[in-house]
């Protein structure tokens, strides 16, 4: 249930949670279409490397677009592979004692991925990508980023930091928050919402809602990974109430 994602370590035969140090997250909003970046840190307290299992569980309707961990100063994307296969390269590279960065999809929506080294007195560094499709509900949708979470009732964040950035080619009517307090700046179709807080303890989920105007119902969205392209077309039915 550690819906921000964990880190168990393995100390003293033991699987232990790392306390969370900082969690950014920026997300990019685009006509329904939101791009989320996690970055977050796990403390490693004790005298001794740890290995660990880092756990994520995207929301249902989301589909994973990106893993890496900083060794060092370097930031090491990872390969998305099958499970049985992914623990065969992971032992592997401990063997031959490279770095290994790979990201096993457990099933449903949950990730893993085996997280070696973590330095002793250090924090280890993980980012996780994924996108999902908002759907539009009248004229409104919904960003939701889960902060649920057990372990931060005993250690609560040292940081924590969203920024939603909004660009809709519908006009903007409304951008607000009704579970924490942001900072939001607005024009016609772009929007900035911010949160911070230090020392913090997530009672509730993150949540932005976006009231947009009618425009033309259609809209496009373009990607490239590697030598493939994509696009996805937005259609919304024309508004019954409108005459002519």
Do not use: C
């Not at 660990?52 to 309707?61: E, I, R």
């Not at 989301?62 to 890496?68: D, E, L, N, T, V």
């Amino acid at each position: 249930e550690e819906w921000m994602g964990s880190l168990l370590a393995t100390v003293d035969g033991k699987n232990v949670p790392l306390t969370v140090g900082y969690h950014k997250v920026t997300v990019e909003i685009r006509d329904q279409i939101a791009r989320t970046t996690v970055e977050e840190s796990f403390v490693n307290s004790t005298d001794h490397v740890l290995e660990g299992v880092f756990s994520f569980p995207l929301p249902a309707d989301a589909s994973i677009s990106g893993f890496g961990m900083w060794i060092g100063q370097e930031l090491v994307e990872a390969d998305l592979v099958e499970k049985q296969r992914a623990r065969e390269i992971y032992e592997d590279i401990l063997r031959r004692k490279k770095d290994p960065g790979l990201l096993e999809w457990e099933g449903g929506n949950l990730f893993k991925a085996r997280v070696y080294p973590i330095p002793s007195h250090a924090e280890k560094r993980i980012r996780i990508r994924y996108t999902q499709v908002l759907p539009l509900e009248g004229e409104a949708y919904r960003y939701r980023y889960a902060l649920r979470s057990e372990l931060l009732r005993l250690n609560p964040l040292r940081e924590l930091s969203i920024a939603v950035n909004l660009v809709s080619a519908m006009p903007l009517r409304d951008v607000a928050s009704a579970t924490h307090p942001v900072t939001t700046r607005k024009t016609d179709h772009e929007a900035v919402v911010e949160f911070q807080a230090q020392q913090y303890v997530p009672e509730r989920d993150f949540e932005v809602a976006v009231t947009v105007g009618r425009g033309d119902g259609l809209s496009a969205l373009a990607h490239r990974r590697g030598d493939d392209g994509f696009f996805m077309l937005l259609l919304a039915p024309p508004d019954p109430s409108a005459t002519g």
